[in-house]
Nanobody
Framework: QVQLVESGGGLVQAGGSLRLSCAAS????????MGWFRQAPGKERAFVAT????????DYADSVKGRFTISRDNAKNTVYLQMNSLKPEDTAVYYC?????????????????????WGQGTQVTVSS
């Protein structure tokens, strides 16, 4: 079992920045691909960013490319999401997720069903 705990959410003005963290415990973090998703009120959970097990390959939703950066520190069992140039439409609950296939999967996981473990979420609110 893997436990994921997000932190770093909050209220920020448009154009500002936030850095989300997700601390993992329970198993070998470095084996997992890690992702960030978000869910706005009344909408489905949507892909934001993903990193392979080593951090050498990443992918992003078109809506955040050039503004968000996913990174990971396997020594600290932590994955990060640096969010710059935030917009009101980025307002959502942000979730981190782990794909235990990790090293054995082909390609980067970008859909909800590909992830096995989820955190509880952290609220990000961007005011205009």
């Amino acid at each position: 079992q893997v436990q994921l705990v997000e932190s770093g959410g909050g209220l920020v003005q448009a154009g500002g920045s936030l850095r989300l963290s997700c601390a993992a415990s329970g198993r070998t973090f470095s084996n997992y691909a890690m992702g960030w998703f978000r869910q706005a009120p009344g909408k489905e959970r949507a892909f934001v960013a993903t990193s392979n097990w080593s951090g050498t390959a990443t992918d992003y939703a078109d809506s955040v490319k050039g503004r968000f950066t996913i990174s990971r520190d396997n020594a600290k069992n932590t994955v990060y999401l640096q969010m710059n140039s935030l917009k009101p439409e980025d307002t959502a609950v942000y979730y981190c997720a782990a794909d235990e296939r990790g090293r054995f999967s082909v390609g980067l996981p970008t859909t909800v069903p590909e992830y096995n473990y989820w955190g509880q979420g952290t609220q990000v609110t961007v005011s205009s």
